[in-house]
């Protein structure tokens, strides 16, 4: 029953990254507004970064994906209000829930030297995530280059 368990969580696993793969490959994402310093697009921001994030060693890339799992669970304290009970954007922290989930998942394929999701496509569902989040770029790059 585990093993069958474990093999269907693995084939989802592999759909799940062929489709963002395909998703990727016939939907590129667009280009978002001009950031204010410089005149820079934020995918051109996103896009440096993820070159950056490319070029890393495996150590570098798995400290990479928690620095960015820590700053998501910054962003999604913007969902509730501190002391109060529920959520007051119910429907942005499940985004924010599920790309933490994602880059969770990123960084345990990673400690497990599992094959899981290219790291390309990964990087690519992010940069969508937080366009979709309305989330400044530069702020995400601010604890992601320490």
Do not use: C, K
Request: aromatic content about 8%.
């Amino acid at each position: 029953m585990r093993a069958d368990f474990a093999r269907s969580a693995r084939l989802i696993q592999s759909a799940e990254s062929i489709l963002w793969t395909a998703a990727v490959v016939l939907f590129p994402l667009a280009r978002f507004e001009t950031a204010a310093s410089g005149g820079e697009t934020l995918t051109a921001l996103w896009d440096d970064e993820a070159a950056r994030y490319l070029a890393m060693n495996e150590n570098e890339r798995r400290q990479w994906l928690a620095r960015l799992l820590f700053t998501l669970t910054v962003f999604a304290r913007g969902t509730y209000t501190v002391g109060a009970d529920g959520l007051d954007n119910p429907a942005r922290m499940r985004r924010f829930n599920e790309l933490m989930h994602r880059t969770a998942s990123q960084l345990r394929d990673h400690l497990e030297s599992s094959p899981g999701r290219p790291d390309e496509v990964f990087l690519r569902i992010v940069g969508e995530e937080i366009a979709v989040l309305n989330i400044a770029v530069a702020d995400v790059l601010g604890t992601l280059r320490r």
